[in-house]
Nanobody, 121 residues
Framework: QVQLVESGGGLVQPGGSLRLSCAASGSIGSINTMGWYRQTPGKERELVASSTRAGSTTYADSVKGRFVITRDNAKNTVYLQMNSLKPEDTAVYYC???????????????WGQGTQVTVSA
């Protein structure tokens, strides 16, 4: 099996920073894209940032210039550094990864359990 375990969420004041981490473990053959999504009640889950294995990144317009996604391929881990946080960044943040398991040929989409980020004074 494959698991994505997130950490680093919490409560922060506007203008503050948080760093999220997501480690993939299990029967991993290879990982393609890793990324972060977020969701608030009543809204669809939206892409925040993603990174290919080669390091090509994509960001939502709302976080450009404030958030930075990085990954450590040796550790199967992706990070999201969130700076200048705003109340509208409050959401549950989910890690996502496209993974091919050992001895298998298909790529599958995996999700973490989610971590709450609350930006409030």
């Amino acid at each position: 099996q494959v698991q994505l375990v997130e950490s680093g969420g919490g409560l922060v004041q506007p203008g503050g920073s948080l760093r999220l981490s997501c480690a993939a473990s299990g029967s991993i053959g290879s990982i393609n894209t890793m990324g972060w999504y977020r969701q608030t009640p009543g809204k669809e889950r939206e892409l925040v940032a993603s990174s290919t294995r080669a390091g090509s990144t994509t960001y939502a317009d709302s976080v450009k210039g404030r958030f930075v996604i990085t990954r450590d391929n040796a550790k199967n881990t992706v990070y999201l550094q969130m700076n200048s946080l705003k109340p509208e960044d409050t959401a549950v943040y989910y890690c996502n990864a496209i993974i091919r398991k050992i001895y298998e040929y298909n790529w599958e989409n995996y999700w973490g359990q989610g971590t709450q980020v609350t930006v409030s004074a």
